[in-house]
């Protein structure tokens, strides 16, 4: 085997069966024990609430994906024109218009 290779096993981003089968087992229990479960929260809820969500994350930890955290860099532009006067409806309008790149019309142009 050559050193840092790979050369034999799962091929890299294969699923890997045992926790396939764990997942399944175990939404399928939450599945089939929804009633139970809702009111074993709601026993334990009754006395200490907090420890009743932190069981309800616990479980959906096991039947939902965790969410990565993606982080976006650059800068984003805003323009903004300040002025003590309240736009017209048309200036909202091409103003709307021109945020989504889509040419403005007025009641004016209509007529």
Sequence with gaps: MAHGT??????KGTPNKVTQDVRKAVAGFVEGNVGKLQSWLNRVAKDDPAKAA???VRVLEFHLP???R??????IGINH???DK?????EWE???????GAPSW????LN
């Design 6 to 11: 790979k050369t034999g096993g799962r091929q």
């Design 54 to 56: 932190d069981l309800f």
């Design 106 to 109: 007025s009641a004016e142009s």
């Design 94 to 100: 091409k103003q709307y218009a021109d945020s989504l």
């Design 81 to 83: 024109d300040v002025t």
């Design 86 to 90: 309240p736009m017209t409806p048309d």
């Design 66 to 68: 965790k969410l990565a």
């Design 70 to 75: 993606t982080e976006i860099e650059g800068e």
